[in-house]
T-cell receptor, first 109, second 115 residues
Framework: ELKVEQNPLFLSMQEGKNYTIYCNYSTTSDRLYWYRQDPGKSLESLFVLLSNGAVKQEGRLMASLDTKARLSTLHITAAVHDLSATYFCAVLANNDMRFGAGTRLTVKP | SAVISQKPSRDICQRGTSLTIQCQVDSQVTMMFWYRQQPGQSLTLIATANQGSEATYESGFVIDKFPISRPNLTFSTLTVSNMSPEDSSIYLC????????????FGQGTRLTVV
């Protein structure tokens, strides 16, 4: 059974600092997704990663995928308050799509 | 891409009753999933809706409580049966398909409150 582990669950950052969110999964994946969710809102798609070594960047967020290690990272560079949200990874594998527990990010001035 | 119409968007139901949620997609899709998201939590997979056959349920979810239909490649329903306040949650359908590109698409969600 596909298992997706995400950490940390909570992350409090100072503005301007860098940090990384980790997403481990248990089986060979077809795709890996990163989403952002603001309170009371729908999921917002950030990245879709397909192949080993894939790296995608959008603004202060960069996602990477290591399929051999079954690990994806979401790196936050020079955090700003607007990045405060909950971030989820999700893995599609063997006709299953499961989500990590989410990382609740708070960026403080 | 895909456009998903999920209905109803919200409902308040009496305990012991049932609610059927519909998910209509504007194109044929291979994979369709139903999730539950409780307040402050992640999305939990309830089941994979299989076209023409019984849904594949995750541990902790059973067909008698959450019957699912998928009569064709564009439509599915999830019923929440014999509801209790613990079933209060947001329910979401999601689709993934080779013809849709790499993205997964989500319905708008059904916010269910059981009183």
């Amino acid at each position: 059974e596909l298992k997706v582990e995400q950490n940390p669950l909570f992350l409090s950052m100072q503005e301007g600092k860098n940090y990384t969110i980790y997403c481990n999964y248990s089986t060979t994946s077809d795709r890996l997704y990163w989403y952002r969710q603001d309170p009371g809102k729908s999921l917002e798609s950030l990245f879709v990663l397909l192949s080993n070594g894939a790296v995608k960047q959008e603004g202060r967020l960069m996602a990477s995928l290591d399929t051999k290690a079954r690990l994806s990272t979401l790196h936050i560079t020079a955090a700003v308050h607007d990045l405060s949200a909950t971030y989820f990874c999700a893995v599609l594998a063997n006709n299953d799509m499961r989500f990590g527990a989410g990382t609740r990010l708070t960026v403080k001035p | 891409s895909a456009v998903i119409s999920q209905k109803p968007s919200r409902d308040i139901c009496q305990r012991g009753t049932s609610l059927t949620i519909q998910c209509q997609v504007d194109s044929q899709v291979t994979m369709m999933f139903w999730y539950r998201q409780q307040p402050g939590q992640s999305l939990t997979l309830i089941a994979t809706a299989n076209q023409g056959s019984e849904a594949t349920y995750e541990s902790g979810f059973v067909i008698d409580k959450f019957p699912i239909s998928r009569p064709n490649l564009t439509f599915s329903t999830l019923t929440v049966s014999n509801m209790s306040p613990e079933d209060s949650s947001i329910y979401l359908c999601s689709v993934v398909g080779t013809g849709l590109g790499l993205e997964a698409f989500f319905g708008q969600g059904t916010r269910l409150t059981v009183v």
